[in-house]
């Protein structure tokens, strides 16, 4: 059946692929960002791949007056509305030290923003009786690092957030997937050291659609990850307030 | 855009460079960017794709559709779009790339900077000339170069090396593809005359030759020559794509072992030949089902040989195809081809002839035979292929490219300053007259 799709963060490598399979499967795409002129050729490579609708929307996650116009957008589809998260910022935990400002910015790019838009969202899927709502958190949400712990936390929160809409929406027949990717090869990750099993994007994006379809609750992407958070969270604070990884 | 410093390999890994790597996921990361190289997806089996101690911008992750016509079959895609995902993606529509290397992982990219030639170069010429428009940077601004507006530049980007500038996305003219599967009919072919004979009286759209490189005496040059067309059959189902996980052992592809390997696919066939159906990416990508297959000459590589010679030098041909056999240094990858006169850009690799390609570990006496082979090429007025060197000499490559001269000189107007060079490039002083 034909969906809708709205993708925030369209331009990352991630919800590319993403937004080509759903494309592939004849869906609707609206592609939501900041770049227009990148979202429209990818909208053009959605349409070309057989979307039934492409489109490119601007989204901005600290600028809230722009997620009215994408819901009006949205509410004139027919059928189901999913949603797919892929926003995020993740400046370098230094600059943050320097700069502690980059705070904000970092969590309503993770967190609030997003939060916000499926806040808004969220009764038209009601009203619709399902739908399915993709969040990408993260790995680094699970525990707090030296490395990163103003993104993480941002996750976290995020994390938080899903699982509280999972409970509202699984009310009215929709679903929410908390997906957490580890490390990916993605423009984000591109030439950072210490990076490794590094998962391709297509990979990613083929596991949130399996999840989507199996209703998975919270998927570790690749699933090895679970293992790995499984460990590191398992750590002492006492010993794990000492270790730098 | 962050670099990354890395070390990295064209397919053959016996090459090696050292130099940062950018991999932009938007064309707007290369505003203001000053003259840097770009690679696709290092199929190229030499240091064509490789630009040591210097920068290079990876081109794979623009690789999008920005516009197709289902009337027509014309579609405009970035450069780092792979040609087996075009053919995926359009053969279900009735389209396919009018022209396919023999992988499907090559990029658009790196299909126009070699103009490269499909098993149907006889019939349909060079990648080059299904191409209708080139948007480039050149000269620092971006342009859209067509036959039609600029036709130096467009001759010279078609097998250009990259040297004339980035090029950002190209519009091309499909194929028909009437079906999603293609009918096959493999022929023993018992010696080299038989092969030779086999191809040139091909008929079918897209005819390849594989050769046994290890058979001598009177069996010398046999092989299997695959006759294909596009079929209405419904495609098999192809298996799951493999992978080599780690650097083979070097007795994986020794002497006996490929000369076993050889003498057994000959005879998979019957001796009054057969007819298969195969998916389209089986026919045209065989060898992209075994991942990282390069891995399996070990850590020292390999290099590939690849000459055109043509047709009234049959005697040279036999004479090199008797001194790989006596070697006992092919592997079983070993193939002959006809090509046809057609070449789309100046220093495009295609002339009419027979090519030859042969894949070789990287050892001493493999490199040593690989440049005789080179010479006698030079000899017989054949052409090598760049795209698959990493061992020929300057002078012998200018004087088999007749259009060098007027090549360098539309270069060096796109890059004064030689920014675009390449480790190839450099080996070979191409960029001087
Ligand atoms: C298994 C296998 C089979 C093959 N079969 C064939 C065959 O049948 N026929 C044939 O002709 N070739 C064949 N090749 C060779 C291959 O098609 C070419 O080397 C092709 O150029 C590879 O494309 P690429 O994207 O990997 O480019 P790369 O190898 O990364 O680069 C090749 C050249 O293109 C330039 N380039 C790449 N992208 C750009 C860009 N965006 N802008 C400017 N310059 C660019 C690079 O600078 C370099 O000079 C084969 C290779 C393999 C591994």
């Known amino acids: ?245 | 855009m962050r670099w990354k410093s890395d070390r990295y390999s064209g397919w053959g890994r016996a090459l090696v460079a050292e130099g940062d790597l950018a991999r932009p996921e938007r064309i707007s990361s290369l505003k203001d960017l000053p003259p840097t190289p770009a690679i696709g997806a290092r199929r190229s089996y030499g240091d064509a794709c490789l630009n040591s101690d210097g920068r290079a911008i990876d081109m794979t992750r623009l690789d999008r559709i920005i516009s197709f016509d289902p009337e027509t079959g014309r579609a405009e895609v970035e450069a780092g779009m792979p040609i087996g995902e075009l053919a995926r993606l359009f053969a279900p529509r009735g389209w396919i790339p009018a022209v396919m290397p023999g992988t499907g992982f090559a990029t658009v990219g790196g299909c126009i900077a070699m103009d490269v030639h499909g098993k149907n170069h006889h019939n349909a010429g060079s990648f080059g000339a299904h191409v209708t428009a080139i948007r480039m940077i050149h000269a620092g601004k971006a342009k859209t170069v067509t036959p039609k507006n600029n036709p130096g530049l467009f001759r010279a980007t078609l097998g250009g090396l990259g040297q004339t500038g980035l090029i950002l996305s190209a519009t091309l003219q499909l194929a028909p593809c009437p079906g999603l599967s293609m009918k096959v009919r493999e022929s023993r072919a018992g010696d080299l005359d038989e092969h030779l004979a086999l191809l040139e009286a091909s008929q079918a759209p897209y005819t390849v030759g594989w050769l046994d490189a290890t058979a001598r005496g009177a069996t010398l040059g046999r092989g299997i020559v695959e006759e294909a067309d596009h079929s209405l059959d419904p495609a098999p189902k192809e298996g799951r794509s493999k992978s080599v996980p780690v650097d083979a052992p070097r007795f994986t592809l020794s002497k006996p072992v490929v000369k076993a390997f050889n003498a057994r696919y000959f005879a998979r066939i019957p001796e009054s030949g057969r007819t298969r159906v195969r998916s389209i990416a089986d026919f045209f990508f065989p060898l992209d089902r075994v991942q990282d297959w390069n891995k399996l000459y070990g850590k020292r590589g390999f290099h590939q040989f690849q000459c055109v010679l043509p047709h009234s030098e049959t005697a040279t041909l036999r004479g090199m195809v008797q001194t790989i056999a006596e070697s006992g240094l092919a592997s079983p990858l070993a193939v002959l081809k006809r090509l046809g006169p057609e070449r789309a850009g100046l220093m495009s690799f295609p002339m009419e002839g027979v090519t030859l390609a042969v894949d070789f570990p990287n050892r001493d006496k493999a490199t040593a035979l690989i440049r005789d082979l080179g010479q006698r090429t030079a000899a017989a007025g054949g052409r090598v292929y760049l795209a698959k060197d990493s061992l020929a000499d300057g002078d012998m490559i200018r004087a088999m490219y007749p259009d060098h001269a007027k090549w360098v000189e539309t270069a060096r107007k796109a890059d004064p300053d030689r920014q675009l060079e390449t480790d190839l490039v450099r080996r070979l002083n191409l960029r001087s007259a």
């Open chain 1, 1 to 245: 059946m034909q969906e809708t799709w709205i993708i925030l963060g369209a331009t990352s490598s991630m919800a590319r692929a993403l937004s080509r399979k759903l494309a592939e499967d004849g869906h609707a795409v609206f592609l939501a960002g900041r770049d227009m002129d990148d979202l429209r050729r990818q909208a053009a490579d959605c349409t070309a791949r057989g979307a039934s609708l492409a489109e490119a929307v601007k989204f901005d996650a600290r600028a809230p007056e722009s997620f009215a116009p994408i819901l009006d957008r949205l509410a004139d589809q027919e059928g189901m509305l999913n949603a797919a998260v892929f926003v995020g910022s993740m400046p370098d935990q230094a600059d943050i030290d320097a700069d502690p400002a980059l705070v904000d910015g970092t969590i309503t790019d993770s967190f609030t923003g997003p939060a916000r838009f499926l806040q808004m969202l969220a009764p038209l899927m009601e009203q619709r009786g399902g739908g399915t709502v993709v969040g990408v958190g993260s790995v680094a949400g699970d525990r707090g690092r030296l490395g990163n712990y103003v993104y993480g936390s941002a996750k976290a929160g995020f994390h938080t957030y899903l699982s509280g809409l999972r409970n509202r929406l699984t009310r009215a027949g929709g679903h929410v997937v908390t997906v957490k990717p580890g490390f990916t090869d993605t423009a984000m990750t591109w030439g950072i050291e210490g990076m490794f099993l590094v998962a391709p994007p297509e990979k990613v994006a083929a596991d949130i659609l399996r999840a989507v379809e199996k209703k998975k609750n919270v998927i570790y992407t690749p699933f090895f990850w679970r293992y790995i958070m499984t460990i590191i969270r398992s750590i002492p604070e006492p010993i794990f307030k000492k270790l730098s990884i």
